[in-house]
T-cell receptor, first 114, second 110 residues
Framework: DAGVIQSPRHEVTEMGQEVTLRCKPISGHDYLFWYRQTMMRGLELLIYFNNNVPIDDSGMPEDRFSAKMPNASFSTLKIQPSEPRDSAVYFC????????????FGDGTRLSIL | EDKVVQSPLSLVVHEGDTVTLNCSYEVTNFRSLLWYKQEKKAPTFLFMLTSSGIEKKSGRLSSILDKKELSSILNITATQTGDSAIYLCAATNTGNQFYFGTGTSLTVIP
């Protein structure tokens, strides 16, 4: 079975540019999560969706960040404009049955903003 | 403020040693605690604990929850170099909120 698929695997871009991260959850999973991981702050939840509807976006750092889930098999996380402090590994995860259930993580997107 | 604290932050052991990792939580309306292992890439699920005192076991790994002490431990016996990873715990509540600890970095030396 295919796991959670994220793209791109790596992204290097200049400050001020728009960045779009993509995620395909595991088929049949009704919850999708976006995380950011840094050495300083560890794993932080940014936002999660249930049945394509955003449920909790309290972790989204600021208006420069936005996330969408137009259908059950695709989600995007967009940063516009990007800043060097956004450099991190961004993970997407999916689960079934709720946030309290085991989540399956993608391999992450390593983002570097110069 | 709800939070999860893991200890130690890092640990270096020799192959064959037994290690115990700790996770303490302060979460209102607690529901479950989950352990993940993160090697070079994504975290992978290990255990989910909801009941106090019931040990979950998978090979050399085991974990138990103590709701009275608001904590959980993850034990690894006869450690191997492949156990080297960051071990994360997360606590959830009945309101579908969840909180990750910053992890324990385990290094197993041959």
């Amino acid at each position: 079975d295919a796991g959670v698929i994220q793209s791109p695997r790596h992204e290097v871009t200049e400050m001020g540019q728009e960045v779009t991260l993509r995620c395909k959850p595991i088929s049949g999973h009704d919850y999708l999560f976006w995380y950011r991981q840094t050495m300083m702050r560890g794993l932080e939840l940014l936002i999660y969706f249930n049945n394509n509807v955003p449920i909790d976006d309290s972790g989204m750092p600021e208006d420069r960040f936005s996330a969408k889930m137009p259908n059950a098999s695709f989600s995007t996380l967009k940063i516009q404009p990007s800043e060097p402090r956004d450099s991190a590994v961004y993970f997407c995860a999916s689960s079934t049955g709720g946030p309290g259930q085991p989540q399956h993580f993608g391999d992450g997107t390593r983002l570097s903003i110069l | 403020e709800d939070k999860v604290v893991q200890s130690p932050l890092s640990l270096v052991v020799h192959e064959g040693d037994t290690v115990t990792l700790n996770c303490s939580y302060e979460v209102t309306n607690f529901r479950s605690l989950l352990w993940y292992k993160q090697e070079k890439k994504a975290p992978t699920f290990l255990f989910m604990l909801t009941s106090s005192g019931i040990e979950k076991k998978s090979g050399r790994l085991s974990s138990i929850l103590d709701k009275k002490e608001l904590s959980s431990i993850l034990n690894i016996t006869a450690t191997q170099t492949g156990d080297s990873a960051i071990y994360l715990c997360a606590a959830t509540n009945t309101g579908n909120q969840f909180y990750f600890g910053t992890g324990t970095s385990l290094t197993v030396i041959p």
